[in-house]
């Protein structure tokens, strides 16, 4: 079975990808924060949720909107529309140096705690939906991992 055919799993891979992207890029903005006229760099967020509506409709016919499928006539349907709201962080920087450097530590340590977070949260699920595959296949899939 070659779990990179699997949306999910191709989605994780692409987010622990970018995830491990910007904290090298952070990591850069730290290591530069006495370098006289250096400025912050961060990666342009990507948006999953639109990665996931798009594979969603790829090579299917639909219409690129993700469905949730019933499967039984008893299932529920979704209440409302939802929201397609998303929020967007645009902080400029707010001090500079006299030397023009614009790192401001602490903005950057919770960048860097948030993508830390961010890849904890990526690599449970990626661990959660293998126990899942392994168990569906009679394999176990209870302990470790």
Same mark, same amino acid.
Do not use: C
């Given at each position: 079975?070659?779990?990179?055919?699997?949306?999910?799993?191709?989605?994780?891979?692409?987010?622990?990808?970018?995830?491990t992207?910007?904290?090298?890029?952070?990591?850069?903005?730290?290591a530069?924060?006495?370098?006289?006229?250096?400025?912050?760099?961060d990666?342009?967020?990507?948006?999953?949720?639109?990665?996931?509506?798009?594979?969603?409709?790829?090579?299917?016919?639909?219409?690129?909107?993700? /469905?949730?499928?019933?499967?039984?006539?008893?299932?529920?349907?979704?209440?409302?529309?939802?929201s397609?709201?998303?929020?967007?962080?645009?902080?400029?920087?707010?001090?500079?140096?006299?030397?023009?450097? /614009?790192?401001?530590?602490?903005?950057?340590?919770? /960048?860097?705690?948030?993508?830390?977070?961010?890849?904890?949260l990526?690599?449970?699920?990626?661990? /959660?939906?293998?126990?899942?595959?392994r168990?569906?296949?009679?394999?176990?899939?209870?302990?470790?991992?």
């Open positions: 079975m070659d779990i990179t055919r699997i949306p999910l799993f191709d989605a994780v891979t692409k987010r622990l990808g970018w995830l992207d910007r904290q090298a890029v952070l990591a850069q903005n730290i530069n924060a006495n370098t006289p006229g250096y400025k912050p760099r990666l342009r967020p990507v948006d999953f949720g639109a990665m996931a509506e798009q594979s969603a409709g790829g090579g299917t016919g639909m219409s690129g909107t993700l /469905k949730m499928t019933a499967t039984n006539a008893h299932h529920m349907g979704p209440a409302g529309g939802g397609d709201a998303r929020a967007v962080d645009d902080r400029k920087p707010v001090e500079v140096s006299i030397d023009g450097n /614009k790192i401001n530590i602490e903005d950057q340590a919770m /960048k860097i705690a948030d993508t830390a977070a961010s890849f904890q990526a690599t449970s699920l990626y661990k /959660k939906h293998i126990q899942m595959i168990t569906a296949l009679g394999s176990g899939g209870g302990g470790g991992g």
